[in-house]
């Protein structure tokens, strides 16, 4: 699933230590992934996400993020939920106006 133009894409790196872990990988557009897996008694969900930059219309982005909260809502309320990704819908390297969301976010299990 993505676009013939190829603007777009996410993915995700699982620790080999995890593989056997994970219960599946739900690619529900270019900019959303769901990566399932279960550590002992806990359901885990990672969604991987790319959030469309602000030069993108508003109705692109309204969409993504009804996307995105249908995808939650899914989600049993038992179940852990994680967000990583590029969330911060700007493009460049200054972070001039946007302070406290250019970095990174990582979770190491």
């Given amino acids: 699933m993505g ?3 190829k603007t777009d894409g996410i ?4 620790a080999e230590k995890w593989v056997d872990s994970v219960v599946s990988v739900e690619r529900h ?4 992934l769901v990566l399932k897996m279960v550590l ?3 359901l885990l969900n990672v969604f991987t996400i790319y959030t469309p930059h ?4 508003d109705e692109v982005k309204e969409s ?3 996307d995105v909260f249908h995808f939650v809502s899914c989600i049993p309320q038992n179940a852990t939920v994680i967000f990583a990704g590029d969330m911060n819908g700007h493009i460049g390297s200054s972070n001039v106006g946007y302070d406290g969301t250019h970095g ?3 979770v190491w299990l």
């Fill in 11 to 14: 993915g995700i790196f699982v």
């Fill in 104 to 106: 990174g976010f990582w």
């Fill in 40 to 42: 002992g008694d806990c």
């Fill in 29 to 32: 557009s270019e900019r959303v």
């Fill in 54 to 57: 602000s030069g993108k219309p």
């Fill in 64 to 66: 993504f993020w009804d």
């Fill in 3 to 5: 676009s013939k133009a």
